[in-house]
């Protein structure tokens, strides 16, 4: 069950006469008098009075025992109510002139009005809810009874359960906006799974809410041992607000070996669930400039209540995070298991997975990830999705971690699963990267790069049509000194994006056997930048389209390409192309420069490609059509360290350059001892230089 208020509060309207504190005098509608005509130019200047000065510190000399209906009461001075209830009539209204209110309650009747200025601790609003004078309420710690500074768990408990009670009490005043300034104080927020679940443990924000902080607002979870606990929680609640603050996890103080056993019987040893902020069934929420850091588990989560095929599945959904620091985290920055329609927009993400001094990453250790829970039904092989995250849009956001060295798995945004629309653009990106593994209608495009990589796709998903289709890679700047992109999987386009790296583009990476890969892949219109190899491929592709590509191999490099697929049927094409790219190089006394490409693949297709020397090294059913090639000076044109049964050659250019070398070169040779079976050439031009 949720929090609810100790206070109970009725609504109700007010105003008219006036009883004044501080003073005898009452204010009265003046008798009529006939007007007496002056004489202007004869008038003296006559001395305006001093106002009063009135000593708010001092008791009001009255009490409202009996105040009458309509009445508008000015306080200015302090008014204790000596611990009584007070019924007051109809239409009654405080005016704040610098005074106060408190020790006791105050029962409005109907037409009230009251200021929130007045609000404090020890005093309590009933009856009919008056109407407030102003929408806002901004919270001054010295008037209530949060303790801030570090304090013992009871009273860090007491702080929780007092400022749920504010929110509450403020709301059923029909004030929707919450201001906190400045405030540094520890919550606890830990508790049994059979009390409540853990958003419900947190200090809860109540619907149609808004919950203003600034820069000097901390919210600092209590130390503690629990594996399970939230700071902040929004739980099945709509149309909130949270602007500004700093909340802060327990990460370093966090008790890691404290054996705690939950009422569930689970102990969760790695402690990774503890977080700074939870959304749970939220809808209509918006995240504004908050700083959010070092909790032993994520900063922010996002879930939905109930799976997501059970017709009491309550949403999250509509929720807009902008502007908001996530920094720290122990496991991941911000995960999000089952929600839709969320906009994560300028933004920064850092350090996210990070090791510390006293705790150490826990995976995945990453900056955001988004991992819905998916299984299978045994009988039918079906999926089944417990949660799911669709529609999100990830826009102008940096994400860093400051020292990759020491934290080379740390950082990155990682979509596990998930169902299109996915759109990450316009991120800037430093020491970090994105990846994806199980997704449709993912979108990467227009992103900045720096000293990280884009992992597309797991090869064990090559041919998984159902649940991997449809995702694109575009428009995005890599540089890094490790591989600038890995394609795996099925479904994905890469286009018009620029690789820099040590490999600029690799496929099918990452299998446990030959037999995974990528399939229905297309990579076009690329420029590479690659210090060793332009173009890997590994272990078993199938429809894989690599076109149009400008391939400029830095000084150094090894090879343009190295291509291979371990493809099985000997009765249907793998339609494995790779066609009308550009590779360059900067070796001198060539046309090109363009280093050697090496092809050892089953059933591939290398069509009107301009490249270096090729090298078969093995592989069959191999078509070599309308390309020019270029050997280096000293090398052959196309040289076959192994038999490649079923290969064509036909309607190449091949360029050599035997006036340049005393080796005997040719345009087509074969290693020592190696003999050619069913290979065919046809229509070969030879050039020598």
Known sequence: M???????????????TCVSCNTEELYVEPEQVEEEVVDKTEEEPVEEEEPV?????????????????????????????????????????????????VNGQLNFADGGNFDTVFMNSSLTIGGIAPAMKDPVFVFKPERWKIVEGRVSDEQAKTNTDLMEEYFLTVKNLGISTFKIDKLDAYFKVDGFLNQAV?????????????????????????????????????YDEKNISVTGGVLHGDREEHNYGSGFVDSDGATGNTHEWVTVMAIKGGQNITIDNVTMMDPAGDCLSIASIYHYFDPRHIRSKNI???????????????????????????????????????????????????????????????????????????RNNKQIV????????????????????????????????ISFT??????????????????????????????????????????????????????????NNTFEGKIGASFGAGATNTSEGSSNTIFRDNVIKAENRGITSMNTLSNVLIENNEIMMLAGSTFGLVLTNSWDSVTEEAN??????????????????????????????????????????????????????????????????????????????????????????????MANGISLSSTTFENQQCIEK
Do not use: W
């Not at 949720?2 to 008219?16: E, G, Q, R, W």
């Not at 199980?438 to 064990?460: K, Q």
């Open 2 to 16: 949720k929090k609810t208020s100790n206070l109970i509060i009725y609504f109700f309207l007010a105003t008219i």
């Open 53 to 101: 000065q009135v000593d708010t510190s001092l008791p009001c000399d009255f009490d409202l025992s009996n105040i009458q209906p309509n009445s508008t009461v000015v306080i200015n001075c302090i008014l204790d109510l000596g611990g009584q209830t007070i019924n007051l009539p109809e239409n009654i209204t405080f005016v704040y002139e610098g005074g106060d209110i």
């Open 198 to 234: 853990p958003e419900l443990h947190a200090i809860n924000i109540p619907s149609d809410f808004n919950l203003e902080m600034t820069s000097n607002t901390h919210l600092r979870m209590q130390p503690h041992g629990h594996f399970r606990a939230v700071l902040l929680g929004i």
């Open 320 to 394: 807009s995070i902008n502007n908001t620091k996530f920094i720290r985290a122990r496991r991941t920055n911000f995960v999000i298991t089952s929600a839709e329609q969320v906009t994560i927009e300028n933004s920064e993400f850092i350090d996210g997975g990070i090791d510390m001094p006293n705790s150490n990453g826990a995976a995945p250790s990453s900056n955001l990830n988004f991992e819905p829970v998916r299984g299978k039904d045994p009988a039918t092989g079906e999926i089944i999705e417990y949660e799911r995250v669709s529609h999100i849009y990830i």
């Open 402 to 433: 400051n020292d990759k060295a020491a934290n080379p798995k740390a950082g990155d945004f990682q979509i596990s699963h998930g169902n299109g629309p996915i759109i990450i653009e316009g991120n800037e990106m430093v020491n970090t990267g």
């Open 438 to 495: 199980t997704v449709d209608g993912l979108i990467i495009r227009n992103n900045e790069i720096i000293n990280g990589e884009i992992a597309a796709g797991g090869s064990g998903n090559i041919n998984r049509t159902d649940t991997v289709f449809g995702n694109e890679i575009y428009g995005n700047t890599v540089v890094t000194d490790k591989t600038a992109i890995s394609i795996a999987g099925n479904g994905t386009t890469v286009r």
């Open 576 to 669: 494995f192309i790779v066609r009308g790219n550009t590779i360059t190089g900067t070796k001198s006394g060539t046309e090109r420069g363009a280093p050697s490409s090496v092809i050892g693949a089953n059933s591939i297709t290398l069509e009107n490609n301009n490249m270096g020397e090729i090298q078969i090294n093995g592989g069959r059913d191999i078509n070599v059509i309308d390309n020019k090639i270029e050997g280096s000076i000293g090398s052959n044109g196309v040289l076959f360290y192994a038999d490649a049964p079923n290969t064509l050659f036909d309607s190449n250019e091949i360029t050599i350059y035997p006036t340049k070398t005393p080796l005997n070169i040719d345009c087509v040779a």
